[in-house]
């Protein structure tokens, strides 16, 4: 299909697809602003574990998706929001034990900490909620917050299919994106303490970006402590290469230290 002209194929499905960042966000409020007809927005949130229904978002963030943006990208600018969930959680997949593991040494073994650059969690917990939607949607143009000053991303953007970056068609450049949130109370409570959204157990967050976790949510880190004393794990490394007693170790060595460094440095992109 060829791309559509925002105004003119009025019967086109049309979303947008958000993860709460500045860049989706604002991608959503000049939709709002240019009377851009929408189906919808969508989201995928990671849970952590459903039974107890803690998410893998960042509590501020998700408290805010919930209360705040959600109430207003629907009732202010009249877009329907879907927030999808996938039926694993970060739990589920922790203590997947495959049957018949192609390696045979991982019989009877659980999977174990997320691996950092091939995250099962990506794939089934994020993206699968998200390609099951819009199969059952159908063919329709999705955008997404692809800013004009991120060529690498637009270049990669140009080969899929009925994707589209209205912030780059805007020539809005990514410095511009919060001033946009802003404006429309929209600008998540994560970026006041530097964090990127994201969950709060990826193995991409930096050390610093743990202290932090450990710090402000310890009922979080204790979960991921539980969890590392299982045995029989596939992997055992919580952050690349090292084991969750060592980023344990580190955290608390940062976090003994006074704040004189930053602490917010969240992740390493
Ligand atoms: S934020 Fe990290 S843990 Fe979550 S899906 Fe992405 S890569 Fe995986």
Redesign the pocket.
């Known amino acids: 299909m060829s791309r559509l002209s925002f105004m003119e194929d009025a019967a086109a499905q049309r979303y947008v697809s958000w993860s709460g960042g500045e860049d989706s966000t604002a991608s959503i409020i000049l939709c709002h602003e240019k009377g851009i007809h929408l189906d919808g927005v969508v989201m995928s949130e990671?849970m952590f574990d459903h039974r107890r229904n803690i998410s893998?978002e960042h509590p501020e963030h998700i408290e805010w998706v919930y209360k705040t943006a959600k109430p207003i990208i629907e009732e202010q600018f009249g877009y329907k929001v879907y927030i999808l969930r996938d039926e694993s959680d970060?739990i589920q997949e922790f203590f997947y034990t495959p049957k018949n593991p192609r390696i045979p040494e991982r019989a009877n073994k659980h999977a174990g900490f997320?691996l950092?650059g091939m995250?099962?969690?990506?794939?089934n917990?994020?993206m699968r909620p998200l390609r099951k939607f819009f199969a059952e949607v159908g063919e329709c143009e999705q955008i997404v917050g692809i800013c004009a000053d991120e060529a690498a991303r637009l270049q990669k953007l140009s080969k899929k299919v009925n994707r589209r970056a209205l912030l780059a068609e805007l020539g809005i450049e990514k410095h511009e994106t919060a001033q946009i949130c802003r404006n429309y109370n929209l600008r998540s409570p994560i970026y006041k303490t530097g964090k990127r959204?994201?969950?709060w157990?990826?193995?991409?967050?930096t050390i610093k970006g743990f202290a932090e976790l450990k710090k402000r949510h310890p009922e979080l880190w204790e979960e991921l402590r539980i969890l590392s004393l299982t045995e029989n794990l596939v992997s055992q490394s919580f952050r690349y290469e090292l084991p969750f007693s060592e980023v344990d170790r580190r955290i608390d060595e940062l976090n003994s230290l006074p704040e004189q460094i930053s602490i917010f440095d969240f992740w390493e992109d």
């Not at 157990?201 to 967050?205: D, S």
Request: hydrophobic share 30%.
């Open positions: 990671v893998g970060y997320l950092g995250c099962v969690a990506n794939r917990l994020k959204q994201g969950c157990f990826c193995p991409n967050t």
